[in-house]
């Protein structure tokens, strides 16, 4: 299985240290983080043979095409990867009634801004199997 994770996320700088902490105590930095930050720079073709995992911003407020939104829709209708690997990422209390405004599967799962690493280790064991120790 494919260890690379994909991170659709304008502010980057504000999680990057939840990742590589998550990424060291769990998965001794074997887990490859790409981070995207724009939707325009997604490549959605190649999304299923390279990623195990995508986090979706919802707001992605900065110099992009669509919100996080527009990239589910994108990502979701066409086919370009399982949604139950799709992490939709946000601070907003309200994103259920997004998810349906938009058109988008209300079971997505979604992982409430600001976390910490301790909930983004959770979140991605439930999705690659941690590194067992010795």
Do not use: W
Not at 15 to 34: C, D, H, M, P, T
Not at 49 to 65: G, K, P
Not at 103 to 109: A, I, M, Q, T, Y
Request: glycine share 6%.
């Amino acid at each position: 299985m494919s260890k690379k994770i994909l991170v659709i996320e304008d502010e980057m700088q504000s999680l990057k240290s939840a990742f590589e902490i998550a990424n060291f105590r769990k998965y001794g930095n074997e887990l490859v983080i790409k981070n995207v930050p724009r939707s325009q720079d997604v490549q959605l073709e190649s999304l299923k043979e390279e990623y195990a995992l995508i986090f979706v911003d919802i707001t992605l407020a900065n110099n992009t095409e669509k919100n996080g939104y527009g990239v589910l829709q994108d990502i979701i209708n066409g086919n370009y990867f399982p949604k139950n690997k799709l992490i939709v990422m946000t601070g907003n209390s309200q994103i259920a009634e997004g998810l349906k405004q938009n058109g988008l599967p209300k079971n997505l799962e979604i992982l409430m801004k600001p976390f910490t690493f301790i909930q983004l280790e959770h979140t991605l064991a439930k999705h690659i199997r941690p590194m067992t120790r010795n």
